[in-house]
């Protein structure tokens, strides 16, 4: 859900979070992105006044005060507080000293015309649903008042699979069309870290002609190829044989929030070794190698490296890839073995080819 900058009217509070797991997926670029917005829709009534505060430090009597205290000037306020976890989701020796404050937010929200905007940033909460959860019933009561005015945004940062079509939905809110190999391309060079991507879509959009088009030779003579691991480059190394390239790459997704599990990684894995399976079903029909790949809907930018890479496997040592494929996501599903033992075993046996026919291979393959 993104707010617009055209918005008519801001929600009295507004709800920017992030996802509670092993690490807080939290993404900066769009909760700055839906805090511009914010500021940017208030601003056409006049000045800001802004303040910022931390939840676990800020006296809540006081901010809460504040946000219901027009501008002295006439103009907007808005009052934004950061690390609003300790709000929404605290222990529960602190639910009672919380919750007249909480209750007080929740008036607020109901409001149609507010002295004050509230902004509350929440880092990480559990999302089980459309909108975050919560086992503080104040806070519940909150989230359902904040939602209902249409103040609740995601900050959950996109995974790789969804990088591309958020790219595109970026590029049409700007009034461009970035073509979809375009896209493939802009991922290709850059890797899948958004703040990244988004600086390159930028210098595309300012740079598209009158046809307002980004097309793959575009991203070809403007984005910066920056070296980033994607669970695709992984999966072609891994095809080439490049053990030590693969492993540098899983070190890299390991260490950010949103590609860390191994059950993302051999789900990206298996859809790649996938499509290489596809083209050399194709090979064995007699197609040439870049006839299969271009059968199996590969971009026509990447031909030559994929049919490359599909040189060295056939149908049945890709099936075994990708049975041994199931044999890690069983492992670390189980808890037999540490994801990151299990990941490094298997790419260093699938770099090798060191692989065998089993009888799991079948209708497993596509549930990975």
Do not use: T
């Given at each position: 859900m993104?707010?617009?900058k055209t918005a008519p009217r801001i929600p009295a509070v507004c709800l920017l979070y992030g996802k509670k797991g092993k690490e807080d997926l939290f993404d900066e670029y769009l909760a700055e992105e839906h805090l511009a917005a914010i500021k940017h829709a208030l601003s056409r009534g006049g000045d800001t006044a802004v303040s910022q505060y931390e939840a676990s430090e800020a006296d809540l009597a006081d901010v809460l005060d504040e946000v219901s205290t027009p501008a002295l000037w006439g103009g907007g306020r808005l009052v934004i507080v950061r690390e609003?976890?300790?709000?929404?989701?605290?222990?529960?020796?602190?639910?009672?000293?919380?919750?007249?404050?909480?209750?007080?937010?929740?008036a607020i929200a109901g409001s149609a015309k507010p002295a004050g905007h509230l902004v509350l940033i929440a880092r990480g909460l559990d999302v089980k649903g459309p909108t975050p959860s919560t086992g503080f019933p104040a806070a519940a009561a909150l989230i359902k008042a904040i939602a209902k005015a249409g103040g609740v945004f995601s900050c959950v940062p996109p995974y790789e699979s969804e990088l591309k079509a958020a790219l595109a939905r970026r590029a049409a809110a700007a009034g461009v069309k970035l073509e979809p190999e375009a896209v493939d391309a802009l991922v290709s060079s850059v890797g899948a870290e958004q703040m990244a991507c988004q600086e390159e879509l930028d210098k595309l959009i300012t740079g598209a002609g009158h046809d307002k088009r980004i097309t793959f030779e575009d991203v070809e003579a403007v984005a910066s190829a920056r070296p980033h691991a994607t669970v695709f480059s992984l999966a072609d190394k891994i095809l080439e044989g490049n053990t030590g390239k693969s492993l540098s790459d899983l070190r890299e997704l390991r260490l950010t929030p949103a590609t860390r599990s191994a059950a993302f990684i051999l789900a990206g894995l298996a859809s790649s070794f996938r499509r290489h399976l596809s083209a050399a079903y194709q090979v064995e029909k007699g197609y040439e190698l870049e006839e299969a790949a271009a059968a199996a809907g590969v971009?026509?930018?990447?031909?030559e490296r994929f049919a490359a890479r599909l040189k060295r496997w056939n149908v049945e040592s890709l099936l075994a890839l990708l049975n041994r494929a199931l044999q890690c996501d069983v492992e670390t599903k189980t808890a037999s073995a540490d994801e990151e033992t299990a990941l490094e075993l298997f790419?260093?046996?699938?770099?090798?080819?060191?692989?065998?026919?089993?009888?799991?291979?079948?209708?497993?393959l596509y549930e990975i």
């Open positions: 993104a707010l617009r609003a976890e300790d709000i929404l989701a605290p222990a529960a020796g602190k639910r009672p000293s919380l919750e007249p404050f909480v209750e007080r937010m929740g971009p026509a930018f990447v031909r790419i260093a046996d699938a770099c090798a080819q060191r692989l065998e026919k089993s009888e799991l291979v079948g209708r497993w």
